[in-house]
Each structure stands twice: as C-alpha cells, then as structure tokens.
C-alpha cells in the first residue's frame, strides 16, 4: 500500500532587504553633481533667456548707476580740496594808477606774510581776458574797463586758517580789498550732490527689486516647467536641498555670464560719457577721474549680482518646492 501523504511545503516569502542607515544619511546629504550632466534641464527655453537678459540689463544699469556716483563723489572732492586750500581776494581799483599799484602791492606783502599763506599770485591782463570773453568778446580791452584784480591765495593749513581774523585784519591794510567766501559755493554744491546720491540710490534699489522679481519669476516658471522630473526625484530620494542647489548652480554660470556681459557693454558706455564731460572744459568736469579702486568695484558687479541671483532663486526654490510636495 503505497502512501499517498502529499507533504505541502509553504514557502515563506523572502524580505526585501532595507537599505541600510548609512546609505539613507548618504541620500540624504547628497548634492549637486559636479559634472556637466544635469538631472534637471533648466538651461533650456524661455525662462533660461528671460533670466540672461535681465541680469545683463541689470548689471549694464548698476554700472552706469554707480560709474555716476563714483564720478560725482571724484568731482566734489577734487573741488572741495581747492577750494579749501585757495580763495580769492578781490581789490577794486583806485582812480589814481600810481596808487591802485601801490595798494595792490601792499595787499601782497601782507598775504605773503600772513600765517598759513604759503602763495598769492595775481590774475595778470590776459588771464582776465580769457575769463571775460565768453561774457564779453575778443574785442574787449579790459584796460579800458574797471575792473578789480583778482589775487590766488593758497594757504597749507586749511583747518587752522581763520578767514574771519583775516577779513577784520586785511580791511585795516586796504579798504579796497574783500574775500570771496567759497562755503556757500561749496554747501549749495554738497546739497545738489546728496540730492544726485539719493537719485542714484533709488534707481539702484528699483533696479534691484525689479532683478530679485525677475529670478523669482524664472525660478518658479522652470519649476513648473519640469514639475514631472522633480516628482521623479523625490521618488528615488532626492531631497529639497539637493535639487535646490542643483537649480542654483546651473543659474549662477547663466547670470555670471550675463553679468560679464553686462558689464563689457558699460565699459565703453562709461568711457565716452567721461570723455564727453571733460569736453565741455568746465574744471569741475575735467577733475572728474576713475582710479583703480573705481574701476574694481565696477568690474565686481557681475560677482556681486551672481551672489544675489543664487542667494534669491534658493530660497524661491525651497520654498516652491515644500508647497509642490
């Protein structure tokens, strides 16, 4: 008799393995891939143009933006410094030409020897002439004409020199004799300068503020735009931060580029309205000058915008990403 016991054998399913807690903290701690393969494919389409072209725009405005302050800054210093250090006496003429002579001579003995006065020199005929022609012609013969002498004072003390003592004190030499005050020249010229200054900072912040709308618009657009890549690396782990950082990346070399660019254009933009301003042979305008420290924070820009391009699209991106999950 044969036995016909049929043994059932039941096979317990086999368990996956989980990964381990070190691969996890791996996945987790992962960031951007350092070769030139990228998962998300921002570098594409309109939102990738839209961003060049406003960081370009942007970088190309705060260079002529701040080439204006630099030179308004140069400009006001070279004129306060000789106006410090120089000031005009004026001596109105005396009917007599032998006395008009002696008094002008006695006016520059005592500011030669006057504390702090390290020269005087008098405005002779033709520099009078070069100064009165644009008012009134070539055909004038400024000896015909009452006019005062003009007398340069430069002094090597500006913050000892006492213009008041000198007043009282060079009235009791000559009656004929003033001091053109430069202060209120200087103070008007300060004013107009600070009101420039805030001119200047507003376009910048409005600019700003328009760059800083601009990458978040992009931002979010190319978000959505490969909204079905990023769910598929969520799937497989990739974390906010990894993605985040991987968009930033890819947006940094675009606005770095666009910023070069930029900047290149401004150059020769900021070079021919100096050269343009010196034409105009007013000495305010010919002190107008740019040093190596000018020209450096100029070229930084492109830095300087990159840093704030990455800085907003990262925390646009996080914060897009948290509500997409």
């Known amino acids: ?64 933006t701040l080439s204006g302050v630099l030179g308004i800054n140069t400009m006001f210093e070279n004129s306060r410094k000789q106006v410090v250090s120089n000031f005009t006496v004026q ?6 030409y032998e006395d008009a002579k002696k008094d002008l001579l006695n006016i520059v003995s005592f500011l030669e020897r006057y504390p702090h006065v390290e020269q005087v020199s008098v405005l002779s005929d033709s520099e009078l002439r070069y100064l009165l022609e644009p ?9 015909l004409l009452p006019i005062p002498k003009l007398l340069d004072v430069k002094i090597n ?6 213009y ?12 004929q004799a003033s001091i053109n ?16 200054k805030m001119l200047a900072l507003t376009v910048l912040l409005l600019v700003a503020l328009a760059s800083v709308t601009a990458i978040i ?28 950082l991987n ?19 401004a150059v020769p933009a900021i070079m021919i309205v100096g050269s343009m301003a010196k034409g105009i042979e007013a000495g305010i305008f010919n002190s107008v000058t740019f040093g190596l420290e000018d020209w450096l924070s100029i070229f930084l820009l492109p830095v300087a915008t990159s840093i704030l391009v990455a800085v907003t699209a990262y925390l646009t991106i996080v914060k897009t990403l948290r509500s997409m999950v």
Not at 135 to 143: A, R, S
Not at 247 to 265: D, N, P, R
């Open 157 to 162: 003390n500006a913050k000892k020199f006492d």
């Open 1 to 64: 008799m044969e036995n016909n016991d049929n043994t059932i054998m039941k096979v317990k399913p086999s368990k996956k393995p989980r990964p381990e807690a070190s691969k996890v903290n791996k996945l987790k701690r992962q960031t951007p891939p350092s070769d030139s393969t990228n998962e998300l494919p921002i570098d594409e389409g309109y939102s990738h143009t839209f961003l060049s072209v406003i960081v370009g725009v942007s970088v190309f405005l705060f260079a002529i």
């Open 135 to 143: 008012w009134l012609g070539n055909n004038v013969d400024i000896e």
């Open 164 to 175: 008041k003592e000198l007043t009282i004190r060079l009235s009791e030499v000559s009656a």
């Open 247 to 265: 968009y930033v990346k890819q947006i940094s070399k675009t606005s770095i580029v666009a910023g070069i660019i930029g900047t290149l254009i």
């Open 91 to 96: 001596v109105l003429p005396l009917p007599n």
């Open 217 to 244: 618009y992009a931002a979010q657009t190319s978000l959505n735009i490969h909204r079905d890549i990023i769910s598929i690396l969520h799937v497989i782990g990739a974390t906010d931060k990894y993605i985040a």
């Open 181 to 196: 005050d430069h202060n209120l020249w200087l103070s008007r010229l300060l004013k107009f300068i600070n009101s420039l």
